[in-house]
């Protein structure tokens, strides 16, 4: 019973400002499987995907249509942009839900794939939990089809390459010579200079004078591996 409830967990909602330009009222609620089926599709047609660059895991599909509404008249371009919102932060990932998914992930190129087998996933050598297993699935980082093959969706990845990628903004203390007028001199704190760091090695590109463009850094370096990530 547990079972059919987790598979069937909510992973985002899902907002649509439709074509004709009306909102859905209450946002759709949309399984892990069905973001994947969405998201997919996006990618696939070519529509445009923007991520953002913070650590929410929110994200955004853009689909153009471009027609004319009369055989003589001008050609309009209109937009349906669905905005979607995990309903579980990526931040909570815990470093052993991490190393699950990874096995999972790992098994996905393989010959065989992972499997659900009474509730826990069986990988070959290696397994995880049924506890494990039942929160990967209720938070929606993890998903089933009714063969009972398990695969990390959009939202688990999108989660895992946050856990790889956690950035700060390393700081660098400048002294400044200060010479009085009685002649003496000393050194001073002065300023300061930023840099975007990663725990994946990445570095921004230089020594900032303002954190704010670490920060910019920061975000441009997320938005490339999230959308890596998206248009896998
Ligand atoms: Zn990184």
Excluded at 65 to 92: E, F, I, Q, W, Y
Excluded at 217 to 224: I, S, Y
Aim: hydrophobic share 40%; glycine share 10%.
């Amino acid at each position: 019973m547990e079972k059919q409830i987790t598979a069937a967990a909510v992973a985002y909602r899902a907002t649509v400002f439709d074509y004709d330009g009306i909102t859905s009222e209450t946002p759709l609620a949309l399984t892990a499987a069905e973001a994947d089926t969405m998201i997919g599709l996006a990618v696939c047609d070519g529509d445009e995907v923007t991520v953002d660059p913070d650590r929410s895991g929110r994200f955004t599909l853009i689909r153009a249509l471009t027609g004319r509404s009369t055989a003589t008249g001008p050609a309009r371009t209109l937009r349906k942009v669905t905005r979607l919102v995990p309903t579980t932060a990526p931040r909570t990932m815990t470093a052993r839900q991490y190393e699950d998914l990874t096995i999972v992930h790992e098994r996905e190129n393989a010959r065989t794939a992972a499997r659900l087998r009474d509730g826990r996933v069986d990988a070959g050598l290696q397994c995880v939990p049924l506890a494990a297993t039942g929160r990967l699935l209720g938070r929606g980082w993890l998903t089933a089809d009714p063969s009972g093959e398990v695969w990390v969706s959009y939202a688990g990845r999108i989660a895992m390459a946050l856990h790889e990628h956690r950035a700060e903004i390393l700081f660098k203390g400048l002294d400044k010579l200060v010479r009085r007028a009685d002649g003496s001199e000393s050194w001073e704190p002065g300023g300061g200079l930023f840099r975007a760091a990663c725990s994946c090695g990445h570095r921004g590109e230089g020594w900032r004078e303002e954190r704010r463009s670490a920060s910019r850094d920061v975000r441009e370096h997320r938005r490339a591996f999230l959308l890596a990530v998206m248009l896998a």
